[in-house]
């Protein structure tokens, strides 16, 4: 008999808490990352033996994290939340919490991101801020939907709605970087800042 669609997310699943341990040590000892608050994020490449190469993606977190709320949303169970889901969410959200940036005018960015493949490293990627965006939208519901941690929820939702949304560019794109770099003779097959658009 075929796996249910939520079957198949179990395995992405214990893929990801079984190599929380590892990762959360990678994490601390990568300087750039270091922090007072824990967590753990991972590079673009990881294997199941604990293996990372190439570059930090640093908001790989949220976008595991992503998951986990999606299987709540579609599967409905609660208890699974309560346990695995919400957990996991709100502490890819304490990584993120004291690392963001505020612009002069109080917007904040994701530092030092990059478009995979493509571009410069710098604040406020798209990419990037769209996925931490949804990141903190996701654990606001979950919070709510638990009916726990409301001090919490209300900081999140505060650092949620300062983030800088998507902007659009001089010849009327989303574009990929805050800065308005964009070019419209750019072929490159990059999509990455679609994301809040998908």
């Not at 530092?111 to 798209?126: F, M, R, T």
């Amino acid at each position: 008999m075929p796996a249910t669609r939520a079957e198949c997310h179990a395995t992405l699943f214990d893929l990801i808490l079984s190599r929380l341990p590892h990762w959360r040590e990678a994490t601390a000892a990568e300087p750039k990352l270091k922090s007072t608050t824990g967590g753990w994020t991972v590079r673009t490449s990881h294997g199941i033996h604990g293996d990372m190469g190439w570059q930090w993606d640093i908001t790989a977190n949220a976008w595991y994290a992503q998951h986990f709320w999606w299987h709540y949303a579609y599967s409905g169970d609660r208890a699974w939340l309560q346990r695995v889901g919400y957990p996991l969410m709100k502490e890819t959200c304490a990584f993120w919490v004291p690392r963001l940036k505020e612009l002069p005018d109080g917007k904040l960015v994701i530092p030092n991101g990059w478009s995979p493949e493509h571009g410069p490293h710098e604040d406020g990627v798209s990419y990037c801020q769209q996925i931490i965006w949804d990141l903190f939208n996701n654990y606001v519901e979950a919070s709510q939907v638990l009916g726990t941690d409301a001090e919490y929820r209300a900081k999140i939702a505060g650092l949620r709605d300062r983030l800088l949304g998507p902007q659009i560019g001089k010849w009327g794109q989303l574009q990929e970087w805050m800065v308005d770099r964009d070019d419209p003779k750019d072929h490159h097959r990059h999509t990455s800042h679609l994301f809040a658009v998908y």
